[in-house]
């Protein structure tokens, strides 16, 4: 295994475009497994450790700014990321267990590309925008056009993730709901994860809903015929079961090692329902 | 002071914490080679050929096949019917068929991918129940249960199965092996019984006993799992010891230790229970079967524990039991903390939630009309005699869980349509034989012994192992107040079979009750030889150095060396299952307090309250870390351990997706110990490290019972499951 350890963010970009091939490390939470298996063996390592600035969670006049290096531990506890933007912290809270948290970081998260990514239905609710960074320059990409498949995502060659903007809604959400069903309470990946965020009118109609689901597809899910279908909608039963009835056009969870197919169906269904009843 | 019934530190503690304990691998070794394993890839073939391939640098490693062994090729221990490779044909998938060793450990991994094997398949049989090949069967009769059964009032007809476990102990399996100068084979790692390991490894390398000495490193956890498997990578790496000509070293990683090794044993047991119109157990009609895997291992003896446990801890007139071991190709099963008792004991209890149903009385005070007490008899004519605190156990836990007013409370929250989850609070009871089964201990004839040395020290020499679960400590109490002296003062040799008696293997429960059995003596004559010369046991370091000289005299050591008596009044009849099949019994009882989620079926255990007897606790917190743990390691059985299995492969030989419990899904634990002395085990001592894994799974599945009112007769009960039977019933 060959290690390029970059002093500061110019020489990364550097070294990234002289050695494509490298993998960065940022936690190592994920690499550390591949490393354990012997995946590694030969392989060139980007070690992002020293790019200080790129663990920075800042307050800005439109949302939050979470540098790609913060670790899910200092996500969890920020302020204004557990006052702004409640999933994403409660989703860092559920990752791994304490000492994954103060390791692993949201950047590594996202790259990974799992489709059990956790922070993944709260990023894809709020939006998010993925501020990338490479030799050539910078981009932003809509966190819904980040991932390409399982463990896939669409950054460019000798492209890194240079952090995440969360832009605060501009009226605040009157529900936001997180949860994660994972293997145990610990150390879990999930068998389906949600959140939601929804903006009722006066009227008790819908004015805007986002739902996302993970682990029920090759990468995170928006409910966007459910959404849809419940836009401008008074949220009564029947609107609900109606709504309901279009899942399996938004997800498409398979069985496997975890869990089966139709559990992660029906809890996905529960989830969304006691969400949508305020349970 | 007396230390026996207080908390002291443990011996070995302190090294632990502070990181400079050495384990197998962090033992350093000059010039040491690393071994690795060529596994089979098919569950049942012939092995047509080995091939090495190019692009690998062969000529820097060392290949061990089945024609390098200079003895038999086997693995000495029931039978010897398992090879140590593989040689012309394969029984299960991950046998050991050629092994490899390299200076590096890396390259060593590598070379696992340049060897090719050619099988020519043969049919293989995976699902136990499906097997015709039986290994061993077992049976008790007591009364005419047929005739018994016709008769009563009500009765139940139930089909338990439960699956494999991994021991998931903290360190994988790992051995060291070389050769000395004379000849002498050492080994030196991860194990629970040296002198398996001693007595497996004459007829492989045609040595005598002499020659072969083991040694246990510190080791992290065992639970069975160390039993008779280092017996296996012992014999492995002794063989590359003995072609290259140096040290070897084999350490299993997570996914081949959990793969390849031994695993309890998977069971089905089809159960037939019948009571009268007191509630009175009347008949029990029971058919138990096991999974050997592809060889005999330990299974005859797991299979004896479990048919001696099937009638659980009540009285039954009429008992009517068969079990049998099958063969399977799959890699073979074996020694696992309960050992065969779990299994049938899960049976046993769950079987009173369906005679509760059938009779319409509670499962509990079903149960509290059929507990043994002193003079009941067990199913093989057995009469206990003394030591029988189950009533106390069954009392203590439901007054401490408030059992019925919690069920009560239960019910009313269940009916309730807001409520976010369904709860369950549960109950079991158990007993589990002391020691070794039957004339186990006679056959044994352990040995154990306590020196004075000449400069004043107190040695403790047995060949049982500190594996986690305390035993140096609980040995030195037990000798140190036997003798009257502070614990500081007592310390034991190193586990190494050229320095320390055959005290027996490192199970069962037996090295505080035996092996203190044979110490505490030890001590005593000790103590008797000491005030012979010095009146009084001398109370500081100077005056014991010299009581020391004048006893060692010309030696270096004055030994009190004590070996097993079978007490005149056990008679067990290996032949019928007739008689004392334990010398005593542990009895325990638990609640488990759980709740399922309404909307996504997940289980969260919320409390267990549990009063375990055994006998006399020498150091309650070591008995309470026992009883914590194991009960732990249990609730994941109950709840969480799935192996799953393609062909015959383990799929999820990993943590990820193995789930064992973390410390948050450990629920808080109310742990009563309740002293029932039994008068031969050291201060009235009994076995304790096997009820805390005997008795949850029942309480969980009975309490998922009353918060989902759906009966699951097999585990672990997982969200998919309670989904799919709360669909099926709308
Ligand atoms: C025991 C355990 C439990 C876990 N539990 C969970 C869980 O509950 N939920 C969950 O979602 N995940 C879980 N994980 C996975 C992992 O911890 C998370 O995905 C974590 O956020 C990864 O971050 P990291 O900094 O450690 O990534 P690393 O391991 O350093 O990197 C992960 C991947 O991202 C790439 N990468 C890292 N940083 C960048 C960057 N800035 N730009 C481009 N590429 C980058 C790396 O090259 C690598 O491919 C768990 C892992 C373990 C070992």
Same mark, same amino acid.
């Given at each position: ?19 494509p091939e490298a993998l960065p490390l940022a936690g190592g939470t994920d690499l550390m497994v591949g490393w354990n298996t012997g995946r590694l063996n030969g392989k060139t390592i980007l070690d992002l450790s020293r790019l200080k600035d790129w663990a920075r969670i800042r307050e800005t006049p439109m949302g939050v700014w979470i540098g790609a290096l913060a670790t899910h531990t200092a996500i969890r506890v920020h302020p204004a990321v557990k006052s702004r933007f409640p999933l994403l912290a409660e989703s ?46 910078? $981009?932003? #990409? ?6 390409? /498949?399982?463990?896939? =995502?669409?950054?460019?060659?000798? %492209?890194? *993730? @240079? ?40 009227? $008790?109609? #819908? ?6 689901? /993970?682990?029920?597809? =090759?990468?995170?899910?928006?409910? %966007?015929? *459910? @959404? ?40 996905? $269904? ?10 | ?47 047509k050929g080995i091939r090495f391939l190019k692009g690998f640098p062969w000529r820097q490693a060392v290949v061990v096949t089945a024609k390098d062994i200079p003895g038999e090729n086997c693995v000495h221990l029931i039978e010897d019917d398992q090879p140590l490779l593989a040689d012309g044909i394969t029984r299960h998938a991950l046998e050991p068929v050629a092994l490899i060793a390299h200076p590096d450990r890396a390259t060593a991994y590598n070379a696992l991918n340049f060897v090719e094997i050619n099988y ?54 790992g051995m060291m092996a070389w050769f000395e100068p004379d000849g002498t084979l050492v080994l030196q790692g991860s194990l629970q019984c040296p002198y398996y390991i001693v007595k497996a490894m004459k007829p492989i390398f045609k040595l005598p006993e002499e020659k072969i000495r083991v040694i246990q490193a510190v080791t992290g956890g065992g639970f069975g799992g160390k039993e008779e498997y280092p017996n296996i990578i012992s014999g492995h790496a002794a063989l590359l010891a003995k072609k290259a000509k ?485």
């Open positions: 295994m060959k290690l390029l350890t970059a002093r500061d963010e110019r020489e990364a970009l550097r070294l990234y475009k002289r050695y860092s809270e559920t990752i791994g267990g304490r000492q994954i948290q103060n390791q692993g970081t949201l950047g590594g998260n996202i790259a990974n590309a799992s489709p059990a990514g956790d922070t993944f239905p709260a990023l894809a609710v709020y939006e998010a925008k993925i501020h990338t960074v490479s030799d050539a320059g910078r $981009r932003v #990409v809509p966190f819904s056009e980040i991932f390409a /498949g399982v463990k896939q =995502t669409t950054l460019q060659k000798g %492209e890194l *993730i @240079e952090g995440v903007e969360l832009t605060t809604p501009s009226t605040e959400p009157c529900r936001q709901g997180f949860r994660k069903v994972g293997t145990r309470a610990a150390q879990a990946i999930s068998k389906t994860v949600f959140a939601g965020l929804l903006w009722l009118n006066k009227d $008790r109609t #819908v004015d805007d809903i986002r739902l996302a689901l /993970g682990s029920v597809a =090759t990468s995170v899910r928006r409910l %966007e015929h *459910i @959404e849809t279908s419940l836009t401008g909608q008074k949220l009564d039963p029947k609107a609900i079961t109606r709504a309901l009835n279009l899942l399996s056009r938004d997800i498409h969870p398979i069985d496997d090692i975890r869990s089966t197919r139709d559990y992660r169906m029906l809890v996905s $269904r529960n989830l969304i329902t006691s969400f949508l009843n305020a349970r | 002071m007396p230390t026996v019934g207080h908390d002291r530190l443990r011996k070995e503690g302190p090294q632990k914490l502070t990181g400079t304990a050495l384990y197998v691998d962090d033992i350093p070794v000059k010039g040491i080679w690393h071994g690795v394993t060529v596994r089979s890839s098919v569950a049942h073939a012939k092995i020519e398949p043969l049919p293989s049989v995976l699902d136990f129940e499906k097997s015709k090949k039986i290994l061993k069967t077992f049976s008790i009769k007591k009364g005419d249960a047929k005739k018994a059964m016709k008769k009563a009032w009500k009765k139940v007809d139930t089909t338990f199965r439960v699956p494999h476990q991994e021991q998931a102990y903290i360190e994988n399996n140096r040290p070897i070293k084999m350490i299993y990683d997570r996914h081949e230790d959990m793969s390849a090794t031994t695993k309890r044993h998977p069971a089905v047991i089809k159960h037939k229970a019948g009571i009268d119109k007191k509630g009175r157990l009347v008949a029990l009609d029971i058919d138990i079967v096991m999974d050997a895997g592809a060889y005999v291992t330990l299974s005859p003896v797991v299979l004896s524990r479990g048919i001696l446990h099937a009638s659980g801890p009540y009285e039954c007139p009429n008992v009517n039991i068969h079990a049998s071991i099958v063969q399977t190709n799959t890699p073979p099963n074996g020694a696992y903390r309960g050992f065969g008792a779990p299994q049938t004991l899960f049976a046993a209890e769950l079987q009173w939630e369906k005679l509760a149903d059938a009779s319409k009385i509670d499962a509990v005070k079903l149960r509290e009309r059929n507990l043994v007490k002193i003079g009941s008899e067990l199913s093989t004519g057995q009469i206990l005699k003394e030591s029988v605190g189950l009533k106390k156990c069954v009392d203590t836990v439901l007054k401490r869980s408030r059992f019925t007013a919690l069920r009560r409370d239960h019910d009313k929250w269940n009916k309730k349509k807001t409520s976010p989850t369904w709860r369950g609070v549960g109950f079991a009871s158990v007993h589990h034989g002391s020691g070794f089964t039957g004339n186990g201990e006679v056959f044994l004839k352990s040995k154990a012994s306590v020196t004075l040395t000449k400069s004043g020290r107190f040695v403790i020499e047995t060949a049982s192992s500190e594996i986690g679960q305390g035993s140096m400590s609980t040995l030195c109490q037990i000798v140190s107040d036997a003798l009257g002296v502070p614990y500081e003062w007592v310390e034991l040799e190193a586990n190494d079979t050229s320095r320390v008696p055959d005290s027996g293997p490192t199970v069962a429960s037996r090295t505080c009750m035996i092996v203190g059995g044979l110490l505490y003596r030890a001590a005593k004559q000790l103590k008797a030889a000491i005030e012979e010369k010095a009146k009084k046991i001398p109370t500081t370091p100077a005056v014991l150095k010299e009581v020391a000289k004048k006893l060692a005299g010309k030696k270096s050591v004055f030994r009190i060396t004590t070996e097993y008596e079978k007490p005149a009044d056990i008679e067990f009849d290996d032949t019928t299952y007739k008689g004392d099949a334990y010398g005593s019994y542990g009895y325990a009882a638990i609640a488990v307090d759980l709740e399922v989620d309404r909307t996504t079926y997940e289980i969260k255990l919320n409390k267990i309250w549990t009063a375990q007897d055994i006998g006399k606790a020498i150091n309650p917190l070591i008995v309470e870390g026992q009883i914590i743990g194991g009960t732990t390691q249990a609730l994941g059985w109950a709840v969480f351990e799935k192996p799953i299995y393609k062909n015959g492969v383990m799929q999820n030989a990993e943590f990820t997706n193995y789930i064992i419990p973390t410390a948050l899904d450990t629920p808080p634990m109310d742990v009563v110990i309740i002293e029932e002395p039994y008068s031969r085990g050291p201060f009235g001592a009994k076995g304790v490290g096997e009820m805390p894994m005997d008795i949850p799974a029942p309480a969980v599945c009975a309490a998922i019972k009353q918060a989902t009112g759906l009966f699951f007769p097999e585990i672990p009960v997982t969200p998919e499951m309670i989904a799919a039977g709360i669909a099926r019933k709308g």
